[in-house]
Structures are given as structure tokens and as C-alpha cells.
């Protein structure tokens, strides 16, 4: 099971919609999948699931289940201020240490506004996942200017990007 976690607490954010648009591309490969959205998360885990709390808040370990019946992830983060969004990274200090993620593999895809398309919030989360004992993808996808390469229904429009997500797609499903 490949778990595609939407990194942004953002309604309606358009790192769901590229999300919806991987999941599209894992079904064409015959690979099983599930979306983690952390719009999804309990509004009080940063007071009720991080330090002395780990492991105490019910709703927080309910919505992290799922990531146990996955050996993959697919983490799409959006850049802010140059980095991951403080949600992600919240989420991330959340998980249970050792564990949570540790042992899995990661494919990461990055989006921004800009024309770097998130590459330095693609490093930050790089050097996290390593800390934590996860194996990245090494083709990781940046997106940049994704404004101009997402339609409001979820289609990247530009060849290229939708060539180097189904590539990255297929090399995660054959790690």
C-alpha cells in the first residue's frame, strides 16, 4: 500500500490536487493507494500529541493508522517561506520516535508559486526523512510555477511534468 500524504493543512490546496492526480497514475500502474490529508488533522494535536503527550491523543493515532498498513509514501509539500509548511513538519514531530515513518520509502513531489519549484523545502525534507530513517526516491519532482501547470480540476497540463511524475511513479512502484 502506497501512502500519498498531502502535506498542507490548506483546504482545497492544490498539493491535493496534484495528490488526486498521482493517485490516477498509481491506479494506471495497478498499485494500491490511500490519501493521508493533514487538512484532515485533530485541531488540537500540537497540544495533545506532541512531547509528554506521544501516543495519547486518540484521534491523532487514529488518523496516523493508515501509515502502518504502508511501506510507501508519496509526500506532496507545498513550499512556504522557502521550506515544508508548519503542519508537515508538526506532523512529522508528532509520529511516534522510533517508528511512524522510519524503515519506509519516500517519494517526495514539491509545488510553489515560484520558479524553483519548492527545491529548497524538498532539501529540508529530505534531511528530515533521513534523520528519521526513511529512504527517499531519488527522483524527487519539483513543480514549479504550478499556477500555470495545474487546471482547476487536478490536470497537469504540461507534458513534461506529467512525464516526470509517471516516471517517478513507476520507479516507486518498483523500489
Known sequence: MITLLVGTNRPDSRARRVANFYASQLTELGAPCQFLDLVDLPADFLNSALYENAGRNADFN????PLDASDKLV?????YNCSIPGALKAFIDALPYPGGIRGKTAALVSLSSGDQGGALALSHLTDILFYLGTSVLPQRVRL?????HLSAEGEITTPLLRQ???EQAEALVGW
Open 62 to 65: 487514529r488518523f496516523i493508522a
Open 75 to 79: 509526500v506532496f509539500v507545498s513550499e
Open 164 to 166: 516526470l511524475l509517471r
Open 144 to 148: 514549479p510555477l504550478i499556477s500555470k
